[in-house]
């Protein structure tokens, strides 16, 4: 089985992240004060109930973020989810009921609608990806083009809509990129091979205490040409990165990967739409990186319908 970066669940960590948001999103709302058109306008007493509704199509993602919330805002609400995160749902389809105290609940409604909508246009747009390659080889990666503090909780979406998780972070994998091999000064040239990093980061590897995670780290590489391919394959790195390859050239990589390093995965990346997607993914590659999965997601509408 090829090896992968770690997959990214609902978890203490996530959960520890997304907290940190929400109480941001609380200040940026509240500054330690009051909502207060509510407070001028809506008895301390009234009551409501109001259905959490998606007004489009798409793939829901950020309803355990949505509780979480509440539970930050300590308010006196009831959350009732009528999904779960992964779900494709029609335009209209209720995702959850919220009941309790009215005032709370307009308090709290912007917060837990920009989660689920952030987190839904992602997952919405992952899975227009994963369908466009259905029936190939090649699975949809996200990339580290994340909003800051957001990344675990964008790649958790991304998970949501049936993509896969590229490295979480500059920690948890080596990823030798061109920048990286303009740094070295190896020989005359001032650079690393491709071939040559390949080696030095394996010692390098070697070298670290077992607490490091060491064990885990994969070795990836860029090449942006099949002359470098065909020096970095016999060093069998987990995955090659083809950057911005034409797919003449995409195909031209997967025949000599076939012929000398089977097991070593290729990944496309570089400019991925989702017009392009399908021919890319037809060429045999393992993998595609998109980076616009995050950058460029179109939030999904969500709207609180008083029941």
């Known amino acids: 089985m090829p090896r992968d970066y770690r997959q990214i669940e609902w978890d203490a960590q996530l959960e520890d992240d997304c907290r940190a948001l929400v109480r941001l999103a609380i200040r940026e709302d509240l500054d330690r004060l009051y909502d207060w058109t509510t407070v001028a306008l809506v008895p301390e007493t009234a009551r409501a109930k109001a259905n959490v509704v998606a007004r489009k199509a798409g793939v829901v993602a950020g309803l355990p973020a949505a509780q979480l919330a509440l539970a930050e805002f300590d308010v006196e609400l009831a959350w009732s989810p009528l ?13 959850a009921v919220l009941a309790g105290s009215a005032r709370n609940m307009l308090t709290a409604e912007r917060t837990i609608l920009n989660l689920l909508g952030r987190l839904s246009g992602i997952a919405t747009l992952t899975r227009d990806y994963v369908d466009a390659v259905s029936g190939s080889k090649a699975r949809i990666f996200d990339t580290r083009k994340t909003m800051p503090g957001w990344r675990r909780l964008e790649k958790y979406a991304v998970r949501a809509g049936g993509g896969w998780n590229h490295r979480l972070g500059l ?48 070795i990836e590489v860029e090449v942006d040409t099949l002359a ?11 995955v090659v990165l083809l ?7 995409l195909r031209a990589a997967v025949a000599r990967r076939e012929v000398i390093a089977p097991d070593v995965q290729l990944e496309a990346s570089g400019g991925v739409t989702r017009e392009t ?10 993998r595609i990186s998109v980076g616009g999965l995050t950058h460029s997601a179109i939030w999904l509408d969500i709207a609180l319908d008083w029941a």
């Open 83 to 95: 999904a779960v995160d992964g779900d494709r749902v029609e335009a209209g389809a209720h995702l």
């Open 171 to 218: 920690f948890d994998g080596v990823l030798i990129k061109d920048n990286h091999l303009a740094l070295g000064a190896s020989d005359a040239t001032g650079r690393y091979s491709p071939a040559e990093a390949i080696d030095r980061c394996r010692q390098f590897i070697a070298s670290m205490s077992p607490a490091a995670g060491k064990a885990e780290l994969m």
């Open 228 to 238: 470098q391919l065909e020096q970095v394959l016999p060093k069998r790195p987990d």
């Open 243 to 249: 950057d911005n390859m034409t797919p003449a050239d």
């Open 277 to 286: 997607v399908a021919e890319i993914a037809l060429t045999g590659v393992d």
